[in-house]
């Protein structure tokens, strides 16, 4: 069985868009204004500021208004309640595994609130397991977490393969353990000049699929 590495946020899932509507049910929850919407996105920058970062600022905001908790509450379950498994990568992840492939999640962020996601999406059931980054140890794209996805599923690092969207965490990630890799574009450009993709889909699902459709004879 080949292992198949897959990021999870704005890959597997659209995290963004879950972001966006909790966010806007939370300045409405709160009657803050609606024009708020841009900065508070701005802000989480697709969850790349961290968590504490994101709270303090909100706090110093919204601290007349937003008890901290409820900040805490949004930043914890917002878009992990929201997040949703499209049926075209639901079904291309039940191919991959049809296929033998060994297919696990490797993502940035915290145990409590990735776990959630994964159990909210069904993405539980059709994965063979996942590494987060809290609990590893190590964040993508250190080859550390990449090795631990390997040994949680009992797989080599040999012929393995990432999928993901994040040019720093995932495509250098794969070069930096010799996998091969498809960056999920959605609709960007590469930009990198100091390395590439093996591959380059619009979405997940054509990811997935391009990576089950390579022969084995053309896998090193």
């Known amino acids: 069985m080949t292992l198949l590495m897959l990021d999870l946020d704005n890959t597997l899932v659209d995290r963004d868009?879950?972001?966006?509507a909790a966010a806007g049910a939370f300045l409405t929850e709160h009657g803050l204004p609606a024009a708020d919407l841009t900065w508070l996105t701005a802000l989480d920058a697709s969850g790349y500021t961290p968590?504490?970062?994101?709270?303090?600022?909100?706090?110093?905001?919204?601290?007349?208004?937003v008890t901290g908790d409820a900040v805490r509450t949004f930043l914890d379950r917002g878009a992990a309640d929201r997040v949703t498994l499209a049926e075209p990568t639901r079904d291309a992840l039940a191919q991959a595994v049809a296929a033998s492939w060994t297919c696990v999640i490797v993502t940035n962020g915290r145990v409590a609130q990735q776990e959630l996601k994964i159990r909210n999406t069904g993405l539980d059931a059709l994965v063979h397991?996942?590494?987060i980054s809290e609990s590893a140890g190590h964040k993508k794209p250190a080859p550390e977490i990449f090795h631990a996805a390997a040994t949680k599923v009992g797989a080599a690092l040999h012929s393995s393969w990432v999928v993901g969207d994040s040019a720093h965490a995932d495509i250098r990630g794969a070069t930096g353990v010799d996998a091969r890799s498809v960056w999920v574009s959605n609709g960007r450009s590469w930009t990198e000049p100091a390395f590439r993709p093996t591959h380059i889909a619009v979405d997940a699902a054509s990811a997935i699929r391009y990576v089950?459709?390579?022969?084995k004879s053309a896998r090193p």
Do not use: K, N, Q
């Open 129 to 131: 397991g996942w590494v």
């Open 17 to 20: 868009t879950a972001l966006r």
């Open 212 to 215: 089950i459709g390579v022969p």
């Open 51 to 65: 968590r504490e970062e994101v709270a303090l600022t909100m706090t110093e905001r919204y601290g007349g208004t």
